[in-house]
């Protein structure tokens, strides 16, 4: 920004809004479809906002996880979200399946490392922000790649 006289004054992003920013972005390319979904990713940004406690930072996670599990199960009209993958993978026309097999592989992942994403775990985990904001940018990028592919396709 221009102070006047060839000056310059920076302003720095807050490193923690960028999640935020990013949930943002894709809610308002979910919006038109998927309610639920868009739900679960308020519930994230809220998280996001208000993060006091490992426990924040995890429902950050699992609400995104959550959204990507009702997108899915939206599309193919499956109960499971092994079994929407499978679906899109047997269409044929959703990509390769190195990109549509991830959303899976996410889930199996964030499952695997922290077994206690969703609440009533007896096992006890930690994430740190930064695992956070990697997988709910990992979940998002996954998230936008289906929805814009359900766009072109027109299902």
């Given at each position: 920004?221009?102070?006047?006289?060839g000056?310059?004054?920076?302003?720095?992003?807050d490193?923690?809004?960028?999640?935020?920013?990013?949930?943002?972005?894709?809610?308002?390319?979910?919006?038109?479809y998927?309610?639920?979904?868009?739900?679960?990713l308020?519930?994230?940004?809220?998280?996001?906002?208000?993060?006091?406690?490992?426990?924040?930072?995890?429902?950050?996670?699992?609400?995104?996880?959550?959204?990507?599990?009702?997108?899915?199960?939206?599309?193919?009209?499956?109960?499971?979200?092994?079994?929407a993958?499978?679906?899109?993978?047997?269409?044929?026309v959703?990509?390769?399946?190195?990109?549509?097999?991830?959303?899976?592989?996410?889930?199996?992942?964030?499952?695997?490392?922290?077994?206690?994403?969703?609440?009533?775990?007896q096992?006890?985990?930690?994430?740190?922000e930064d695992?956070?904001?990697?997988w709910?940018?990992?979940?998002?990028?996954?998230?936008?790649?289906?929805?814009?592919?359900?766009?072109?396709?027109?299902?």
């Amino acid at each position: 920004v221009d102070a006047g006289y060839g000056e310059y004054d920076w302003d720095m992003k807050d490193p923690n809004s960028a999640p935020i920013e990013r949930i943002e972005e894709t809610k308002n390319e979910i919006k038109d479809y998927f309610q639920e979904a868009l739900e679960h990713l308020q519930q994230a940004s809220e998280h996001f906002q208000e993060t006091h406690s490992d426990r924040d930072i995890k429902d950050a996670v699992r609400d995104c996880l959550s959204a990507l599990e009702s997108v899915l199960k939206k599309i193919t009209s499956k109960n499971d979200i092994k079994d929407a993958i499978a679906h899109l993978k047997a269409e044929k026309v959703w990509g390769p399946d190195a990109i549509i097999k991830d959303g899976m592989s996410i889930w199996d992942r964030i499952h695997a490392i922290y077994p206690d994403i969703r609440h009533g775990q007896q096992a006890k985990s930690d994430i740190s922000e930064d695992e956070a904001i990697f997988w709910v940018n990992r979940i998002l990028i996954y998230l936008n790649y289906i929805v814009k592919r359900k766009k072109v396709l027109k299902k």
